[in-house]
């Protein structure tokens, strides 16, 4: 039977070297482009075990599918160790959602919308 390893969400975007600059600044992630200079077609942004690949599609807006769902619409739920310091890092300059909070399921969570519109979910157990 087969064994899945690991999954990436692949995010259209229409300017993928501010969307690297911005994963890198904020999140500390790492950009791995393509083509070597801009404009890019496609890149794979990483940290730690997660991936998330970017594809260029020119003039794309993501729809605000947000309040279309009571507790919001997610497009990516990251699992954490260290959420509190992570929250802290970035609550003065990203977008905050929903603020870091501790969930009735035991979860601590917190909320961020990317520049191309993105929900990013940071959650750990206590």
Known sequence: ???????APCFPVADIG???RWYEEQLGFIGDPFPSSEPYVFAIIYR?????M???IEGYEKPDLYNLRSGGVWDAYFRVEGVKDLFDSVREEAMIV???RK???GNWEFEVKDPNGYILVFSQPE
């Open 1 to 7: 039977m087969a064994e899945f390893s690991s999954v």
């Open 48 to 52: 730690d075990n997660i991936e998330i």
């Open 103 to 105: 969930q009735p399921y």
């Open 54 to 56: 970017l594809q260029r």
């Open 18 to 20: 501010a969307t690297i």
């Open 98 to 100: 929903q603020p870091l």
